[in-house]
């Protein structure tokens, strides 16, 4: 009892580390609830497979300080705690580990590596045989899953609208992430979507639509101007030009810092904000298959429209390979038709091959034809750079990068002015970076996007030439109209 006690006492330790941190005087009682039964049955769990009280306690707080770390990592990274739909993506960490390390330091992965091994070698040497320990271990587990269970379903009001900094703050982690798991399993999918009356679509509407999801793009005078002086290798030459002839152009408010590129692509795909989501926004692709007929090639293939995916990546990052062709993608080209990037390219298969490929496919194109491409050329984590006479710096990286992809945006107005049919470009950046040391978390996110139209020979077609600010969710709208004509009031 002594060792259960103090170990219920060290849990709640750890927790009040996780951040947001609770302010005085600390958890809700609902909260602190939570954590206790959570605990027994872990403690139960444990103590069922090993026979030893004392292994069982080890390896609940062993687990306590990982979730602890892990969410902290985040925090201090993406602006965000641990979250339930991170868990689904564990097998993704050693599938495409560089994705996920750079979020912990070094010194943080020998320790989780110590950890581990610590605990596997005091396992081994503290399993006990004798059956009485690991009954009573069952009995425990059992025990308090129904508490649990009970317990959860009365708290079920306690979180109906999902503000998981705020609940971490006020409930602490570990009850969070169980309560929001329960209300995201009682979501349901939406009915098949709608019909909608719409206008004639104008003359030049396009025949060929260009979406560019652009990995990590941002304007650089509003990421570091604060903390840089003004330099010329700030400027965008090829988003500056873009807008200059777009048909709409603006601010793009995606909801994700450095990551979640699945939030912006599921918002530009199918066409749904996150106020409807409720408890699905955090990862909207865990429930995509269920909302198909709301993704923007379901709706142009009604239409006649032929829809491909781009993205020189595993397809099944993410579900991608399986989401994909439910949604109406007729054909997914992935990494295997690229070449493998060469090692001056860097890590991830270039922008400048992005946009050969792409004027291919268009090329290639019979009939009204949309290609939503993803890049992935500035994916972090972005290396230091030498540069004359200055220090190695992470943002000389992304400026490099991130010129790379102006450079795309701007051969792709260009070859596209030689299609030969009315046609438009959508570019946009997924989320901001997170860049150590360069860029933080909190304040503002969005990312540009410009939408360019042409019409059978070449000529810009403009629009308002005013900043329209837009969601995801509205820049799919948005195409939507152009394309098929505007909705009807």
């Not at 039964?37 to 139960?44: E, K, N, P, S, Y």
Request: charged letters at 20%.
């Amino acid at each position: 009892m002594l060792t259960f006690a103090a170990l219920l006492v060290m849990v709640m330790a750890l927790d009040a580390l996780v951040h947001p941190r609770p302010r005085l005087p600390g958890r809700s009682l609902i909260g602190l609830w939570l954590m206790g039964w959570t605990t027994i049955a872990l403690f139960g769990l444990f103590l069922m497979f090993s026979g030893s009280i004392m292994v069982a306690a080890v390896l609940v707080l062993a687990l306590a300080a990982l979730f602890a770390l892990a969410s902290n990592a985040k925090h201090a990274m993406l602006g965000e705690p641990l979250l339930f739909s991170d868990l689904a993506l564990v097998g993704a960490v050693f599938r495409h580990p560089q994705f996920y390390l750079s979020a912990v330091r070094p010194w943080q992965r020998v320790a989780v590596g110590l950890i581990a091994l610590a605990l596997v070698a005091v396992l081994v040497w503290l399993f006990d045989p004798t059956v009485a320990p690991h009954l009573a271990g069952a009995a425990l587990l059992a025990g308090g899953l129904v508490v649990l269970a009970f317990s959860l379903r009365a708290c079920r009001p306690l979180v109906t609208m999902p503000n998981a900094h705020g609940d971490v703050r006020r409930h602490g982690l570990v009850p969070v992430l169980v309560l929001y798991w329960r209300r995201w399993r009682a979501s349901q999918d939406p009915a098949p979507c709608p019909s909608v009356a719409r206008h004639a679509p104008d003359d030049d509407a396009p025949e060929l639509v260009i979406i560019i999801q652009c990995e990590s793009f941002a304007d650089p005078h509003e990421l570091f101007s604060p903390d840089h002086p003004a330099q010329p290798d700030f400027a965008l030459p090829g988003l500056a030009a873009a807008r200059a002839q777009a048909w709409q152009w603006g601010r793009l408010e995606v909801s994700g810092f450095g990551a979640y590129t699945m939030r912006t692509e599921y918002g530009v795909l199918f066409g749904r904000d996150e106020d409807v989501l409720g408890f699905r926004r955090y990862d909207p692709f865990l429930t995509a298959l269920g909302e198909a007929s709301y993704a923007l090639p379901a709706r142009l293939q009604a239409a006649n429209w032929r829809s491909l995916f781009v993205h020189p990546h595993d397809m099944r990052f993410y579900g991608r390979d399986a989401i994909m062709p439910a949604a109406g993608f007729d054909e997914l080209v992935g990494e295997e038709r690229f070449d493998p990037p060469r090692p001056e390219d860097g890590r991830y298969v270039t922008d400048a091959a992005m946009a050969d490929a792409i004027h291919t496919l268009a090329s290639q194109a019979d009939g009204p034809t949309m290609i939503y491409a993803v890049t992935i050329e500035n994916h972090g984590p972005w290396a230091p750079e030498e540069a004359a006479g200055a220090e190695r710096d992470l943002v000389r990286s992304y400026l490099r990068l991130v010129g790379n992809s102006d450079a795309m945006l701007a051969t792709l107005v260009e070859r596209m002015a030689q299609a030969g049919r009315p046609a438009m470009l959508v570019f946009f950046g997924d989320h901001r970076p997170s860049i150590p040391g360069a860029t933080r978390p909190g304040g503002a996110r969005h990312t540009p996007y410009v939408m360019v139209r042409l019409d059978a020979q070449g000529q810009y077609v403009r629009g308002s030439d005013q900043r329209i600010d837009l969601t995801p969710a509205q820049l799919h709208h948005a195409v939507l109209d152009v394309v098929l004509g505007a909705r009807k009031d």
